[in-house]
C-alpha cells in the first residue's frame, strides 16, 4: 500500500491551488498540476479551505495589518480556513504545527516560517475572541464575496441564506443509468449487493452515499452509468417530450454548447436522433467525442461558434435545440466551490449579453413546432428568468410552455418539479422550454 503523503505535503499543494485560485485561475488545472500522489488529498483540503475562505481571509487580517507574500499568505488562510472551526478533518493543533512545516520546507518561503508560526499560534490561543469579532463580516459568516450575497438576496429573498448554507456543503456523486444498456433498479440492486449505498433519484438518477472513483464503479467502463448531477440529467426528457420528427426522418436536435458531452449522450440515449453537438474549445469537444465513445453513441461533433451560425449549419431546420448558455456557474459552487472567488459582480451582465447572443442565433435554426431548451447552471435571474423574459417580450412566435424555472441547490427548488422528477439534492439550475409558433398564427399543441 503507498503511504499517505505527510499532511504538510498536502498543506503545500492545497495552498498552491488556492494561491493560483487567487490569481485568477481556475482550480482544475492548478490541481493538475499537483504531483499524482497529492492530487485527491490536495483537492479535499483546498476544497475545504475555499468554502471558508472568507472567514479565514477575515481572521488573517485581524492576526496580520499587512498581508505576506501570496503564496505564504495562501498557506496561512489554508490553515486558518481548516482550523477555525473544531470539527474540522484534523485537530487546530496539527494543522498549526504542520503549517509552519509546510512553510519551513517550501523553496523560498522558509523567512515566513516565524511569521506564519507567530500567526498560528496567536490564532489558537485567542481563538474564540477572534472568531466572534468576525461574526459581523457578511463574507465571514457566508464565505461569498459580498457582491454575490447581495445578489442572491436581491433575487432570492426567502431563500437566500439556504442557499448559501448548501453552496458550503459538497454535493452529492449522482449517476445517471443508460436506459439502452440498464435498467435502473436493476442497477440500485446490484450497487446495494456489492456494498455501495445508493438511492434512486428521478427518473434514471442514483444518488451515491458517498463519492467514489467512477472508474472502479460497476459498470462504467461498459457505458451503462454516466456522472450527472440530478438537475442536469432533466434537460434531455425535457427537450424531447412530445416532439415528433417530420415524416421520413430522424428528429434532428442541436446541442448547442456541448462539452463535457452528458447532455448530448443523454439525449442520444433517450432517441434515435440525428444529433449535432457543437463546441468552441477544440480541447472539450474532444471530451464530448470521449463521452460518446464509452457509451457506444455517435453524433455529428464541431468545433465551432454556436452563434456564428453560417460558420457551421448546414441550412436544414433543427426539430429540438438544447441551448445550455455559457454562465457564472453560480449553481454549482458545492462541486467547484473556487467558482465564487473566481467570478466579479460584472460577469452577469457580460454573461448575459452572451447568453441573449445565443437565443437570437438560434432560434431561427428551429422548425415550427420545434423546442427550444434555454438553460443555465445559474442562480442568478440575470442569467435565467430575465434572459427568457426579455426573448419572449420581444419574440411573438416564442411560446413558453410548462417548465421547471429556477432550481436551487440542494434539496429545494423554486420553479415547477416535473412529475417524473420528485425533488432531490441537485445543484442550482435554471430551464426554460420554448416553442416556435407557426407562421400562420395557429396555436401549438397543448403541452403534455
Known amino acids: 500500500m503507498t503511504p499517505t503523503p505527510p499532511l504538510w505535503r498536502q498543506l503545500q499543494a492545497a495552498a498552491s491551488v488556492l494561491a493560483a485560485v487567487r490569481a485568477g485561475e481556475s482550480a482544475t488545472p492548478a490541481l493538475a ?8 488529498a490536495a483537492q479535499s483540503l483546498a476544497f475545504q479551505a475555499m468554502r471558508q475562505l ?16 501570496p503564496q505564504a499568505d495562501a498557506l496561512l488562510c489554508t490553515a486558518l480556513a481548516l482550523c477555525w472551526r473544531e470539527d474540522g478533518p484534523y485537530t487546530p493543533f496539527t494543522l498549526v504545527d504542520q503549517a509552519v512545516e509546510a512553510a519551513k520546507r517550501a523553496p523560498g518561503m522558509q523567512a515566513q516560517s516565524g511569521f506564519l508560526n507567530a500567526c498560528l499560534r496567536r490564532f489558537l490561543r485567542e481563538r474564540d475572541a477572534l472568531v466572534a469579532a468576525t461574526d459581523t463580516d457578511p463574507v465571514a459568516q457566508w464565505n461569498h464575496p459580498r457582491w454575490w450575497i447581495d445578489r442572491l438576496r436581491q433575487d432570492h429573498p426567502s431563500q437566500w441564506q439556504a442557499i448559501l448554507q448548501a453552496n458550503n456543503v459538497a454535493a452529492p456523486m449522482t449517476l445517471r443509468v443508460n436506459v439502452r444498456k440498464a435498467q435502473r433498479d436493476a442497477v440500485v440492486a446490484r450497487y446495494r ?20 472513483p467512477v472508474q ?52 442520444l440515449e433517450l432517441a434515435d436522433a440525428d444529433v449535432t453537438a457543437l463546441e468552441l474549445d477544440p480541447v472539450r469537444a474532444a471530451r464530448i467525442g470521449e463521452t460518446l465513445d464509452r457509451l457506444q453513441l455517435r453524433a455529428r461533433v464541431l468545433t465551432a461558434d454556436a452563434a456564428d ?15 445550455d448558455a455559457p454562465c457564472t456557474a453560480s449553481g454549482i459552487v458545492r462541486r467547484h466551490p473556487d467558482v465564487r472567488w473566481l467570478r466579479r459582480a460584472g460577469d452577469v451582465a457580460q454573461l448575459a449579453a452572451q447568453q441573449d447572443r445565443l437565443l437570437h442565433a438560434l432560434w431561427p435554426l428551429l422548425r415550427p413546432g420545434g423546442h427550444l ?58 430551464y426554460a422550454l420554448l416553442a416556435r409558433r407557426p407562421p400562420d398564427g395557429q396555436p401549438l399543441a397543448p403541452a403534455a
Open 309 to 323: 451560425v453560417p460558420g457551421w449549419w448546414d441550412g436544414e431546420p433543427f426539430d429540438a435545440v438544447l441551448l
Open 33 to 40: 498540476r499537483v504531483d499524482a500522489e497529492l492530487r485527491p
Open 193 to 212: 449487493d456489492a456494498g455501495i449505498e445508493c438511492a434512486p433519484a428521478g427518473a434514471v438518477g442514483i444518488v451515491l452515499a458517498q463519492a467514489r
Open 216 to 267: 472502479a464503479l460497476p459498470g462504467f467502463a461498459e457505458g451503462e452509468i454516466s456522472v450527472q448531477d440530478a438537475a442536469a440529467q432533466l434537460a434531455a426528457p425535457l427537450l424531447l417530450a412530445g416532439l415528433q420528427p417530420v415524416a421520413g426522418r430522424r428528429l434532428r436536435v442541436l446541442d448547442a454548447c456541448a462539452a463535457p458531452g452528458g447532455k448530448t449522450a443523454h439525449l
Open 54 to 69: 472568507g472567514r479565514a481571509e477575515a481572521l488573517r487580517k485581524l492576526l496580520a495589518r499587512r498581508a505576506p507574500p
Open 373 to 430: 431548451l434555454y438553460c443555465t447552471c445559474s442562480v442568478f435571474r440575470a442569467e435565467g428568468e430575465g434572459r427568457v423574459q426579455a426573448f419572449v417580450a420581444h419574440n411573438k412566435a416564442a411560446q413558453l410552455r410548462p417548465s421547471p424555472g429556477h432550481l436551487l441547490p440542494g434539496r429545494s427548488g423554486n420553479g415547477e418539479p416535473l412529475r417524473d422528477n420528485p425533488a432531490s439534492d441537485h445543484d442550482g439550475f435554471f
